[in-house]
């Protein structure tokens, strides 16, 4: 079964920089889009940053010269690196991942989410 792991989240002062990890595991053949998103309390889940598999990447506006979305295909891992962390950045995030996986000796193309990790932003 496929399994999406994130990491790195914890309690930042404003300011401060973090980065946080997701590590795919499973039959898994390919990794198109990885992602990333966040929902802070009493709000939707937003999108905060993608890569595809060719490296092209997209933020939101609100995280734009903040983050930085990377990926390591040998690792199934992909990073985010928020820096100026600001109050309004504490939420949970989870990682996202479309891709394709063997189960039962057959291929499925699905989109997959990891637990969440809390990040939260406070002095």
Same mark, same amino acid.
């Given at each position: 079964?496929?399994?999406?792991?994130?990491?790195?989240?914890?309690?930042?002062?404003?300011?401060?920089?973090?980065?946080?990890?997701?590590?795919?595991?499973?039959?898994?053949?390919?990794?198109?889009?990885?992602?990333?998103?966040?929902? #802070?309390?009493?709000?939707?889940?937003?999108?905060? @940053? &993608? +890569? !595809? $598999?060719?490296?092209?990447? #997209?933020?939101?506006?609100?995280?734009?010269?903040? @983050? &930085? +979305? !990377? $990926?390591?295909?040998?690792?199934?891992?992909?990073?985010?690196?928020?820096?100026?962390?600001?109050?309004?950045?504490?939420?949970?995030?989870?990682?996202?991942?479309?891709?394709?996986?063997?189960?039962?000796?057959?291929?499925?193309?699905?989109?997959?989410?990891?637990?969440?990790?809390?990040?939260?932003?406070?002095?």
């Amino acid at each position: 079964q496929v399994q999406l792991v994130e990491s790195g989240g914890g309690l930042v002062q404003p300011g401060e920089s973090l980065t946080l990890s997701c590590v795919a595991s499973g039959s898994i053949l390919s990794i198109n889009v990885m992602g990333w998103y966040r929902q #802070a309390p009493g709000k939707e889940r937003d999108r905060v @940053a &993608t +890569i !595809t $598999r060719s490296g092209s990447t #997209a933020y939101a506006d609100s995280v734009k010269g903040r @983050a &930085t +979305i !990377t $990926r390591d295909d040998a690792k199934n891992t992909v990073y985010l690196q928020m820096n100026r962390l600001k109050p309004e950045d504490t939420a949970v995030y989870y990682c996202n991942a479309r891709l394709t996986y063997n189960t039962g000796g057959r291929y499925y193309t699905g989109d997959f989410w990891g637990q969440g990790t809390q990040v939260t932003v406070s002095s």
